[in-house]
């Protein structure tokens, strides 16, 4: 081997090595109803109260908060704690500010993006961020107008744009939830479409800016809603029919693994991310059967952490 090679895999190995001490992960998550004990007179949660349907006591609340820290302490591993982390079914302030002070993840000591919207059970999304490693410089909640067209009120997307503090660079923030799938009914459908069309919108105001899309779609790959926002940013969900196949995903409903979860980015910043998802399957999250351990089956509690499995990707 000549001294051009042996020097040039010398640095090839190099630059690998520094790009891993570099990479940065960031995770989307569905907790699956984290909800507080106390009534909302604005909001119908009266199923999460301790004389709800659910029975939602103190103490379930609480081991709650422990097991979305704990997912969130696996996904980040050794490499310290994880930069952004975007969730949805997050009842209110309350339970953010439980899960980052009063959780066993304070000593990631986060931060958190959220608004309330008009979901009508009282479900939003929102973001926890390292300060210093995202810079926070605005947010806003942009409304779905659902009921202007005689839709069921749904959750906002939630934009938050701020700069990545290593590299000084802007980055835009989506975090969404889309109109549930429940019914399977055309109003449902029409609902998601709007939801994808708003998100259009937004962004168009952003082209050529560094933007990551996160959310629970409540829709596959191939779904037409994506049609549009395909023309917009990247997916990093397999989309091949030969990757589809494969029992895989970070959701099991009636008896198949599928994507209603995705991550999302924009063209610019295609070389300076993973290209595909990582599925946190961890043992500790499935149930004997290798299906996500819900929090609760129907009204059964179940004691699990979500009927949901989170995503994640590395950026550098």
Not at 44 to 59: I, K, M, R
Not at 101 to 129: F, I, M, N, T, W
Not at 131 to 137: G, V
Not at 262 to 282: A, D, N, T, Y
Request: aromatic fraction near 12%.
């Amino acid at each position: 081997m000549n001294v051009l090679k042996r020097l040039f895999l010398f640095l090839l190995f190099l630059s690998s090595t520094t790009l891993s001490l570099w990479a940065d992960r960031i995770v989307w998550y569905n907790v699956e109803n984290l909800f507080d004990v106390r009534h909302d007179s604005l909001k119908n949660d009266f199923d999460f109260l301790p004389e709800g349907s659910y029975h939602w006591t103190p103490w379930r609340y609480w081991r709650k908060l422990d097991n979305v820290s704990r997912v969130i302490a696996a996904v980040a591993e050794q490499d310290g704690w994880l930069i952004l982390v975007g969730m949805c079914e997050i009842e209110n302030d309350t339970v953010l500010r439980d899960l980052t002070l009063r959780s066993p993840l304070r000593a990631a000591k986060y931060q958190y993006v959220h608004h309330e919207g008009p979901d009508l059970r009282g479900v939003d999304c929102c973001l926890l961020y390292q300060p210093s490693h995202f810079c926070l410089l605005g947010s806003e909640a942009i409304r779905i107008p659902s009921a202007e067209q005689g839709l069921r009120p749904t959750r906002d997307i939630l934009h938050v744009w701020g700069r990545m503090v290593r590299t000084d660079s802007m980055l835009h923030v989506f975090v969404l939830h889309f109109p549930s799938r429940a019914g399977g009914n055309k109003a449902s459908t029409e609902n998601r479409m709007l939801a994808a069309q708003t998100l259009c919108q937004e962004l168009d105001k952003l082209q050529g800016q560094r933007i990551l899309v996160m959310g629970d779609f409540n829709a596959e790959p191939k779904d037409p809603i994506f049609q549009p926002i395909l023309q917009r940013l990247v997916s990093l969900i397999p989309q091949r029919r030969k990757e589809l196949k494969k029992a895989q995903g970070s959701y099991f409903y009636q008896g198949l693994w599928g994507y209603i979860d995705h991550m999302l980015i924009s063209p610019s910043m295609q070389s300076c991310c993973e290209k595909r998802v990582h599925v946190g399957k961890f043992p500790f999250l499935l149930t004997e059967k290798g299906t996500p351990w819900r929090t609760f089956q129907g009204p059964a509690y179940k004691g699990g952490f979500s009927d949901h499995l989170p995503l994640y990707v590395d950026v550098w």
